[in-house]
């Protein structure tokens, strides 16, 4: 590659790289395994002849694309033996990610965790058509599969997510407000202001690895959820938790301290002005993109 086209390739690729660093994450739900993606993809990217490229932004997400899906394959294995609850990892993001509603939607822990659930191909092609809006004949020469075919797995993966996800997307004065009744009681070990906020069946899902101490199955239910912060003469009485507020994957989060010295980040879900989901990453290896945004885009 001559020195002008290998800039005009660097150029593209960074042009396109907060996109393609999106469509990774989205579909991986690991920042680490995301960069891990775009370096593979600039590998193949520097090694393309440009002139026989139309389209290079789709050319560089067919790419990524290929990319995660091998690596998603490979990580789910991986995850299987994973040590208690695995959360997504989770991202400092940028204002602008959580004024753009369907990015923040899609970026949130509860969906992520939804997607999850979907095998790596209707992943990639659930991501792919809902969240980019990527045309079926691209998606099919990203996946390997043929139009049709990626028309059945859309179908399918839209139907299983639209049973899973949450119903409707709490406003940002709304979420801000609950999460911020949601730190006084925790800092003041209030029962009470906890089950004020608290929806009945809410669930709480902490990640640790192995690496930090946190509870192997979700814990279900306000009352539940209350106990195990504030009362039954645990160890927490004898801690001092300081929480501050965040914007974690596009929405209202806590930083959390304990005793002076930060522990983790937790993620809150918000609907009808109580919180029905809980996300508490604690795992010391997943907590290294929440000191600066990460700049995040569906375009």
């Not at 991501?127 to 980019?132: D, G, P, Q, S, T």
Request: proline residues 4%; negative net charge; charged residues 25%.
């Amino acid at each position: 590659m001559t020195d002008h086209a290998g800039d005009r390739a660097t150029e593209t690729f960074v042009d396109h790289r907060n996109l393609l660093f999106t469509i990774a994450y989205e579909m991986l739900g690991s920042a680490a395994d995301a960069e891990d993606v775009l370096q593979e993809t600039w590998l193949r990217w520097i090694r393309v002849d440009l002139g026989q490229v139309s389209d290079k932004r789709a050319y560089l997400v067919r790419i990524t694309t290929r990319q995660a899906l091998n690596r998603l394959r490979t990580v789910k294995r991986r995850r299987e033996a994973y040590v208690g609850q695995w959360l997504p990892e989770p991202l400092l993001t940028t204002p602008d990610v959580a004024e753009d509603v369907e990015l923040a939607e899609s970026m949130s822990m509860a969906m992520m965790l939804v997607l999850e659930s979907l095998t790596p191909t209707e992943r990639a092609v659930f991501v792919l058509r809902e969240v980019f809006d990527v045309g079926y004949d691209e998606i099919a020469e990203a996946v390997g599969k043929t139009p049709a075919a990626v028309r059945q797995i859309a179908h399918r993966a839209r139907g299983h997510v639209d049973a899973r996800r949450p119903r409707r997307r709490a406003s940002a004065s709304e979420a801000r407000a609950a999460v911020e009744s949601f730190r006084r009681a925790i800092e003041t070990g209030d029962p009470q202001g906890l089950l004020d906020v608290l929806a009945p069946d809410v669930v709480l899902v902490s990640d640790g690895g192995g690496l930090k101490r946190a509870a192997l199955r979700p814990i279900v239910g306000a009352e539940t959820v209350a106990r195990f912060y504030c009362g039954g003469g645990s160890a927490r009485t004898a801690v001092t938790v300081d929480c501050e507020s965040t914007v974690i994957n596009g929405s209202p989060a806590l930083a959390v301290s304990v005793d002076g010295e930060f522990d983790g980040v937790m993620a809150i879900s918000v609907q009808n002005a109580r919180i029905t989901g809980l996300y508490y990453v604690r795992n010391p290896e997943k907590l290294t993109h929440v000191d600066a945004g990460t700049p995040l885009t569906l375009r």
